[in-house]
Each structure stands twice: as structure tokens, then as C-alpha cells.
């Protein structure tokens, strides 16, 4: 009887040789899918056991803020899983840098926000809010908060008036929420030299910028007019000099008795009384 013989041109192996090789090249290729699935495997059940899933969230540093309003976008955001598989809580793996992104687009009234965790279940998030500074109004009826900078963030309630300082503009700003109502340098020289003008026992009521030019009403009436990028400690020093001089004085008026001091003019100074 002729023996059958399998091989190539290097060796000659009998059919059992070359199903020996066949199972073990079959152990091989499962010993390596199944350390395949351990590798694969083992840190999703880790990332899946619940010790390990952020389950409450806390907030801090909000007076105005809502904590349901920042709780709402952040559960957005960890809810669900990568992949079909790896839950998106998990406190290694929660979008930490997606979720302050998105609360910052969200709720412009927010400077900052930090997320930490305490504990392994639990998701501590810092807030620092703006504060409300004075109102741009469009009209009577709707006016919004600014900040320090002239950054618009937030609606303000219809009894603001009267507290705050109020800034408008022709024309009005449209959709003005996140913007800066002028260039965040301007606005606080501008706020400041509003502020110097108590010295001069003015009270600064409202400010419209109209015409490229500063309208500012005090309380009892009568306007400054000046234009802008004019130079504030030269308005000021202008304006000192109007209310110190004689003319106040000639014309036996007082303060109350200004209609408008207009300084668009050089170094002319314009006025009419009531």
C-alpha cells in the first residue's frame, strides 16, 4: 500500500503532522480572542459598575442661576454611552471640557465654571456669575442686565429701573444678549467717568449713544453732550470749569435749571437753560 505524503519542497508531513499544526494554530487564534476579550472586556465592565457612574450633581456659587438650569445640560451630556457601550457618566470619561462649553454658550450670565469630583459618584460644579453693573434698554418695557465690561447677559426684570444706571443706544442693538454693548475698554472708562462726575454733584441717570456721540441725562433733567472717543479727563476739566465758572452765576441759574451742555464743538461749550 502507497502512503500519501503532504508537504512542500523544505519537508514532508504525514496528515496527522498536519492536523496536529491545525489545532494548535485553532488554540492560538482562541487563546488570542479570548485575551482579546479580556483586554477589550475588562475595563468596560470597570467603567460599567455603578461605584464608578456619576449619579448626582451638585451646585455652587449660583445666586441667580437656576441649579435645575445647569443640572439639565449637564445629565445632556452624560446620559447615554460611547459606543453603544461605555457609559458616557462614567467619571473617567464624562465630557468634562464639552459640558463647561456648552453651559458657558448656554447661560451668558456664567464668567466661569470649574467641575470637580468629590467622591466617585458625585459631580461638584463651581459657578462665578456675573453681576448686574447697569441696564441697556431697547425700550421702556425690555432691558438687560451688563456686567462691569458692558457684556449683555442676561434679561433684566421690569422694576430694574431706577436702580441701575441705563444705557441705550439709536439704533438699538439687535438680538443684544452676549454682546458687549461697546468695546470692553471704552465702557469702563466710560462707566468710570460717569461715576467721577458725583464729585461735581451730578447723578447720572441714563446714557444714550446716538449720532457717534454721548447723551448723559441727570437726575432732575438736564444733558452732557460730548463725542465719542473725545478725551474723558478733558471733558471732565471742560465741564468743571462750565459748572465753577461764571456763568452759572451771571445768569443766576443752578444745576437744576440746565436744559443741556453740549462740548462737540471744540473747545466751545454749548448750553441752554430750561
Known sequence: MRMKIIGNKNALHTPEFHKKKLRERYIRITVGVLILIVVIGAPIFFLKQERFLISTIQI?????????????????????NYLWLIPRSSVLLYPNNK?????????????????????????????LERKPFALYCVHEMQ??????TGYIFSEAPAFSGG??????????????LR????????????????????????????????????????????????????????????LESFLTGVVLTKEKKTLSDILYIDMRFGNKVRYNFK
Open 163 to 176: 436702580v441701575y444706571m441705563i444705557y441705550s443706544t439709536v439704533p438699538v442693538l439687535e438680538a443684544p
Open 179 to 238: 454682546q458687549n454693548l461697546i468695546p470692553v475698554n471704552d465702557f469702563v472708562a466710560l462707566a468710570s467717568f460717569i461715576k467721577s462726575l458725583n464729585i461735581l454733584n451730578l447723578e447720572p441717570q441714563n446714557l444714550l449713544i446716538q449720532d457717534n456721540a454721548y447723551h448723559l441725562t441727570f437726575l432732575g433733567g438736564g444733558t452732557l453732550i460730548w463725542k465719542v472717543g473725545d478725551n474723558l479727563e478733558n471733558v471732565f476739566s471742560r
Open 143 to 148: 432691558c438687560f442686565f451688563l456686567d462691569q
Open 99 to 127: 459640558i463647561k462649553s456648552d453651559i458657558l454658550r448656554q447661560v451668558p450670565r456664567l464668567i466661569s465654571i470649574n467641575l470637580s469630583l468629590t467622591d466617585s459618584r458625585t459631580l461638584l460644579v463651581t459657578i
Open 60 to 80: 455652587q456659587g449660583n445666586e441667580i442661576t437656576k441649579s435645575e438650569e445647569l443640572e439639565n445640560i449637564i445629565r445632556g451630556h452624560i446620559s447615554g
